[in-house]
Nanobody, 128 residues
Framework: QLQFVESGGGLVRTGGSLNLSCSASGSSLHSYVIGWFRRAPGKDHEGVAC????????YYAPFVKGRFTISRDDAKETTYLMMNNLEPEDTATYYCASIPSVISTAQNVCLMTGYHYWGQGTEVTVSP
């Protein structure tokens, strides 16, 4: 199982941007679908964006509405989430997750439940 260190969060105003990073260790990133998830206060984790290099697929949650871009650099063992036009509703702690790409797709990873291997995450706060 991959372990992740998420970074890049912070406090921004509505309409601002942040670029989150997720550095992996424990195994090669190449064999995994990687997903960005978030957890707002009082809510469950929800998938934001997921990316697979097995079938070149990318999935975005409907609430992303073209504002975020997920990318990965397997040579650097790092996945990124560029977030533009942030809204107060995006306030949450953001986490990475991984599932072997031989058994899942980007969409399936983003819609999965019951994942338990969360790291510390990175906090994003969007002020009105």
């Amino acid at each position: 199982q991959l372990q992740f260190v998420e970074s890049g969060g912070g406090l921004v105003r509505t309409g601002g941007s942040l670029n989150l990073s997720c550095s992996a260790s424990g195994s090669s990133l190449h064999s995994y679908v990687i997903g960005w998830f978030r957890r707002a206060p009082g809510k469950d984790h929800e998938g934001v964006a997921c990316i697979s290099n097995r079938d070149q697929s990318i999935y975005y949650a409907p609430f992303v509405k073209g504002r975020f871009t997920i990318s990965r650099d397997d040579a650097k063992e790092t996945t990124y989430l560029m977030m533009n036009n942030l809204e107060p509703e995006d306030t949450a702690t953001y986490y990475c997750a991984s599932i072997p790409s031989v058994i899942s797709t980007a969409q399936n990873v983003c819609l999965m439940t019951g994942y338990h291997y969360w790291g510390q995450g990175t906090e994003v706060t969007v002020s009105p």
